[in-house]
């Protein structure tokens, strides 16, 4: 167990809807990471942030946001689903924003019909 | 962009072989991070790697990064079966979070 959770586990949706993805960090971490991990793709990093600041932007589609609360939890918004979305969603967090070691989550499936 | 390359994408070993896994980058890496991901489970950190040339090693794995920063290694000493997984590395400068696209490991007994 990492101490990152996410929820929910798994998620099933239609084209064209939009959900939400929820992680909570370990104690003390300040920095949140969001992945998209397909068979074709890999691991792609999407955005990271840092005490509620966005710090650095990957390949993060612009019908995905996301966003850090004070409580340092962060939530994934997927909208305008395409079935291309289906993939694991990891959220990972660290002790401090330059990218040292990583803690991740279990992953949230996530299938669009 | 910058691209980090895993070779090979996949390797079956008998228990108790070497295995190697390799990282290629077209650019200077700022440091290089090690994970491992056993089947149907999430990344998992093992190691980072900061200064040109470095070698470490954890029991059975050896981590090398190369003289001029582009590139580095993973050897595992006689796999068991616990080392199935796949092995990404990870380029993380200051706004990039890059990592390969990984090396499955398969073990058999």
């Known amino acids: 167990d990492s101490g990152v959770t996410q929820t929910p586990k798994h998620l099933i949706t239609a084209t064209g809807q939009r959900v939400t993805l929820r992680c909570s960090p370990r104690s003390g971490d300040l920095s949140v990471y969001w992945y998209q991990q397909s068979l074709d793709q890999g691991l792609q990093f999407l955005i990271q942030?840092?005490?509620?600041?966005?710090?650095a932007k990957g390949n993060i589609l612009e019908r995905f946001s996301a966003q850090q609360f004070p409580d340092l939890h962060s939530e994934l918004n997927l909208s305008s689903l395409e079935l291309g979305d289906s993939a694991l969603y990891f959220c990972a967090s660290s002790r401090t924003p330059e990218n040292n070691e990583q803690f991740f989550g279990p992953g949230t499936r996530l299938t669009v019909l | 962009g910058q691209q980090v390359m895993q070779i090979p994408q996949y390797q079956h070993v008998q228990e108790g072989e070497d295995f190697t896994t390799y990282c290629n980058s077209s650019t200077t890496l700022s440091n290089i991070q090690w994970y491992k991901q056993r089947p149907g489970g999430h990344p998992v950190f093992l190691i980072q790697?900061?200064?040109?040339?470095e070698v470490k090693k954890q029991k059975r794995l050896t981590f090398q990064f190369g003289e001029a920063k582009k590139n580095s290694s993973l050897h595992i000493t006689a796999t068991q079966t616990t080392d199935v997984g796949t092995y990404f590395c990870s380029d993380s400068g200051y706004s990039t979070l890059t990592f390969g696209k990984g090396t499955m490991l398969l073990v058999s007994p």
């Open positions: 790697l900061v200064k040109s040339g």
């Open positions: 942030y840092y005490n509620g600041e966005e710090r």
